[in-house]
């Protein structure tokens, strides 16, 4: 079975402070890790993968993650924070082999002006 | 642009009345996934085509159902809407299983009255 754990409902950052959106997964095997982001009445978009390689991935609009294998972890960080990055966020893993995608119960990010 | 497609946007469509919504892709993905979101809740898969071979979830009810013709289509028909199917459908479609990230819709809203 494979799962990710999303902890937090809401996250509240200050414009220009660093953003981190947490996950944990649970997968057997190899993970493959995505972060996807979703606006109000949109279809989600997809931000950055972990496949292989280097534990830090960077993805679209200056966000990116960290792979840490011992704490089954992979958050989501920026560095600034801007107001339209206010969004749903979700984390998702799939195993090797796997067709299927198991996503998080998402993060809803508000950032403050 | 390479994307996917799905119409309509917006849904609306009586107790029982069978509804069927439409997916295209332009980006000649094997993958073709049906997704059901309800209120800012994770994305449930409800099923998926790998080519032509169909993967229908467990706990999808039978009275949704899907028909892919040919690599650029894929419908979702529900064949008797209860209140309870109101929801945000979405498409997704992947290149292959794995690493490969999902590409997902607009999503279509649908409403039962």
């Known amino acids: 079975a494979q799962s990710v754990a999303q902890p937090e409902d809401q996250v509240n950052v200050a414009e220009g402070n660093p953003l981190t959106v947490k996950c944990t997964y649970s997968v057997s095997g190899n993970p493959y890790l995505f972060w996807y982001v979703q606006y109000p009445n949109r279809g989600l978009q997809f931000l950055l993968k972990?496949?292989?390689?280097?534990?830090l991935v960077k993805g679209s609009y200056g966000f990116e993650a960290e792979f840490n294998k011992s704490q089954t972890s992979f958050h989501l960080k920026k560095p600034s924070a801007l107001v339209s990055d206010s969004a749903l966020y979700f984390c998702?893993?799939?195993?090797?082999?796997?067709?299927?995608?198991?996503f998080g119960k998402g993060n809803q990010v508000v950032v403050i002006p | 642009d390479a994307m996917v497609i799905q119409n309509p946007r917006y849904q609306v469509t009586q107790f029982g009345k069978p509804v069927t919504l439409s997916c295209s892709q332009t980006l000649n993905h094997n993958v073709m996934y049906w997704y059901q979101q309800k209120s800012s809740q994770a994305p449930k898969l409800l099923f998926h085509y790998y080519d032509k071979d169909f993967n229908n979830e467990a706990d999808t009810p039978d009275n949704f159902q899907s028909r892919r013709p040919n690599t650029s289509f894929c419908f979702l028909d529900i064949r008797s809407p209860g209140l309870g199917d109101a929801a945000m459908y979405l498409c997704?479609?992947?290149?292959?299983?794995?690493?490969?990230?999902?590409?997902f819709g607009p999503g279509t809203r649908l409403t039962v009255t």
């Open positions: 998702a893993v799939r195993g090797w082999g796997n067709n299927r995608l198991a």
């Open positions: 997704a479609t992947s290149r292959s299983a794995g690493s490969y990230e999902q590409y």
């Open positions: 972990y496949i292989t390689g280097d534990n």
